[in-house]
């Protein structure tokens, strides 16, 4: 099973989502030649408990807040 630089940066993300410093949203994957042109790895939208959508970026249906099931 291969998996894309979006999940691995998706993963290593997550894992350090308890530190304080660390905003899920910021992050972004980039080509190696390429890294002026970045792609999003989570939802940017801001939910109504003031915290991001914890699906992936340019995701089809509603966004999901952290306290959802």
């Given at each position: 099973?291969?998996?894309?630089?979006?999940?691995?940066?998706?993963?290593?993300?997550?894992?350090?989502?308890?530190?304080?410093?660390?905003?899920?949203?910021?992050?972004?994957?980039?080509?190696?030649?390429?890294?002026?042109?970045?792609?999003?790895?989570?939802?940017?939208?801001?939910?109504?408990?003031?915290r991001r959508?914890r699906r992936?970026?340019?995701?089809?249906?509603?966004?999901?807040?952290?306290?959802?099931?």
């Amino acid at each position: 099973m291969t998996s894309s630089p979006a999940d691995l940066a998706r993963t290593l993300a997550r894992s350090l989502a308890s530190m304080p410093q660390v905003d899920l949203g910021g992050t972004t994957v980039s080509a190696e030649d390429a890294q002026h042109v970045r792609h999003w790895v989570f939802c940017d939208r801001i939910m109504s408990d003031r915290r991001r959508c914890r699906r992936k970026a340019d995701h089809g249906d509603a966004c999901l807040s952290v306290t959802d099931p």
